[in-house]
């Protein structure tokens, strides 16, 4: 994963999904940088659902986000809502994969 490390270099930032209030509106804490890896591609992935989708961004990450997260390439922690940000994804899948001896991890989010 050494190698893999040294590609993640774009500064990315991640929105947590949080509650549903009384409106039906998710609330999202508070925007946090991630160094990791954009790429723009399309692939065909499960969701949540079990239900196949096309996802047209993929993520590299060190750290595990869930479904429903948002994630946007560059600092976007000025703004605390990521629908407003434009480039902004909402992840709809994630796949793990750890490296031969277990000692790394690699997270991809799709969305």
């Not at 890896?37 to 096309?54: A, H, I, M, P, Y």
């Not at 909402?90 to 690699?106: C, E, F, G, K, M």
Request: proline share 5%; aromatic share 8%; no cysteine.
């Amino acid at each position: 994963m050494v190698l893999l490390e040294s590609k993640m270099s774009q500064t990315l930032t991640h929105w947590a999904a949080g509650a549903i209030d009384v409106y039906g509106s998710i609330s999202f804490g508070a925007p946090t940088v991630v160094v990791g890896r954009f790429e723009q591609r399309d692939e065909s992935v499960l969701g949540s659902d079990g239900e196949e989708r096309k996802a047209s961004n993929v993520f590299f990450l060190p750290l595990s986000v869930a479904p429903g997260d948002y994630l946007a390439p560059g600092d976007q922690t000025a703004q605390s809502d990521p629908k407003a940000v434009v480039g902004a994804v909402r992840v709809i899948s994630l796949r793990i994969a750890p490296d031969l001896s277990n000692n790394q991890t690699l997270y991809m989010a799709f969305g």
